[in-house]
């Protein structure tokens, strides 16, 4: 089943919070978060695993609850470079036939 | 380092043609995947492969196939398109699944069926 994503779409002023939410109906064992900017191709933020492993590239944090199964991702003093659709993924076992199943996203604009 | 190239960038089939689209990726990972991303929508797994030799079924499967052709190259092939195959395709490599890993993803195949 894909992930639930919330909010679909928000519009920040530069400098602005935000927090975008993916909820699964499944139990999960990791919880991957993507960016993709208009006509790119998706590019790895974070993943963060069942137990509290974390690994992510940009100044940008998040949270798994493994009991509710949701994550949050944080956008904290949004720049202009954060625009673009964010994609979550989960995946509900750890194995090599494991796959990612990913949210239809959440489209995050940044004005000036 | 090229990372994940992909071929073509662009196609235009008509109603019943064939086609494969290739995917190379230069960073010695394991295992590769192709995904379609419909307009306004998420990426949805077609295929992937965890290792050169073995090939695995994603959420689309029908109307695909794909070869692991070694480490480095994954095709994937539509053999008789259909305009519900109008997207863009998304090939994608990594180290491994499970645990720690990210996934590097090509430029992407336009693909549009008449």
């Known amino acids: 089943q894909q992930p639930v994503q919330s909010p679909q779409a928000v519009i920040l002023r530069e400098g602005e919070d935000a927090v975008i939410n993916c909820s699964s109906s499944?139990?999960?064992?990791?919880v991957h978060w993507y960016r993709q900017k208009h006509g790119e191709a998706p590019v790895f933020l974070m993943i963060l695993l069942k137990g509290g492993e974390q690994k992510g590239h940009e100044k940008i944090s998040a949270s798994f609850n493994e009991k509710k199964q949701q994550s949050s991702l944080y956008l904290t003093a949004s720049q202009l470079s954060y625009s673009g659709t964010y994609f979550c993924g989960t995946e509900s076992g750890y194995s090599s036939a494991s796959k990612i199943i990913f949210g239809s996203g959440t489209r995050l604009s940044i004005r000036p | 380092n090229a990372g994940v190239t992909q071929t073509p960038k662009f196609q235009v089939l008509k109603t019943g043609q064939s086609m494969t689209l290739q995917c190379a990726q230069d960073m010695n990972h394991n295992s590769m995947y192709w995904y379609r991303q419909d307009p306004g929508m998420g990426l949805r797994l077609i295929y992937y492969s965890a290792s050169e030799g073995t090939t695995d079924k994603g959420e689309v499967p029908n109307g695909y196939n794909v070869s692991r052709l070694n480490k480095r190259e994954f095709s994937l092939r539509l053999e008789s398109a259909a305009p519900s195959q109008t997207s863009v395709y998304f090939c994608a490599s990594s180290e491994g699944q499970g645990r720690i890993y990210e996934q590097y993803f090509g430029p992407g195949t336009r693909l549009t069926v008449t």
């Open positions: 499944k139990a999960l064992y990791s």
